[in-house]
């Protein structure tokens, strides 16, 4: 296990832990470790919902990509058809 120090902190940053730790039935100690912890989880929960939320907006963005790039596609491929030319679907 690690160990740290913090110096300067602000008395009524120490008074409000100190009461919290107090209403808890924990040390100053433990208080001090459990709100770090708490912060730490949060922070990484929060990270991982951002990242489904961007992941989900990033499937989106490909779906209409793709959808538009299919279109051209077709497109293309009918425009060849119309030459007497091979679709570009089905050159190798």
């Known amino acids: 296990m690690g160990m740290i ?3 300067d902190i602000d008395d009524s940053v120490l008074k ?3 009461d919290r730790a107090s209403a808890a039935g ?3 100690e433990e208080e001090v470790r459990e709100t770090l912890a708490q912060s730490v989880r ?3 929960e929060d990270f991982w919902d ?3 939320r961007l992941r989900g907006e990033r499937r989106f963005r490909q779906r209409c990509d793709f959808r538009r ?3 051209r596609a077709v497109a ?3 425009r060849a058809m119309k ?3 091979r679709p570009r679907s089905e050159r190798s």
Do not use: E, I, K
Request: charged share 35%.
């Open 50 to 52: 951002r990242a489904d």
């Open 69 to 71: 790039d299919a279109g």
């Open 5 to 7: 120090t913090v110096r």
């Open 42 to 44: 949060r922070s990484h």
């Open 16 to 18: 409000a832990l100190t």
């Open 83 to 85: 030459l007497g030319q």
């Open 76 to 78: 293309a491929d009918r």
């Open 26 to 28: 924990r040390s100053l």
